[in-house]
């Protein structure tokens, strides 16, 4: 089922470096995200949970700037990367929702499907590295809600 943005609810979340790469929230942050015809996911992620704001695998390292610090990839790559450390949503919807989240904030098609590719390709890594220990410990952090349209 492809997935498409309607409108997206948040400030941009209060984060503060913590050491070299590593971010870390300072406030609560609540993101709201409504699907065409899908429903509504909402997403509440609490101190102390890390970040590495926007990640970029090294084989593609060369072809783009990570935009960490532009508001849509930083929305975009939070969502991400909160679902791929809770495993809330499957992999495939996960790296499906950060596309859309890119085109929804304004990137081009052909860049927002480069950084899609990146994700789909290169995050199984980071996909199947999350431990159920880690993985729980996340959930603590992150709330996760969903209504059906």
């Given at each position: ?68 610090l532009e508001f849509g990839v930083l929305i975009a790559s939070q969502v ?70």
């Amino acid at each position: 089922m492809k997935i498409f943005v309607d409108r997206v609810l948040c400030d941009s979340p209060t984060i503060k470096m913590v050491e070299n790469g590593r971010w870390e929230y300072a406030s609560k942050w609540d993101i709201e995200i409504v699907l065409h015809g899908s429903g509504v996911l909402r997403l509440s992620i609490h101190p102390p949970y890390w970040t590495d704001l926007a990640s970029v695998p090294k084989a593609f390292r060369g072809a783009f700037d990570n935009g960490s610090l532009e508001f849509g990839v930083l929305i975009a790559s939070q969502v991400h990367d909160a679902l791929y450390s809770t495993h809330y949503l499957s992999k495939t919807f996960s790296d499906d929702l950060f596309e859309q989240l890119l085109l929804y904030y304004g990137m081009g098609r052909a860049k927002a499907r480069l950084y899609w590719l990146a994700v789909h390709l290169f995050g199984n890594g980071a996909w199947e590295v999350i431990s159920e220990e880690q993985m729980v410990n996340d959930r603590h952090l992150i709330e996760f809600h969903w209504d059906d349209k």
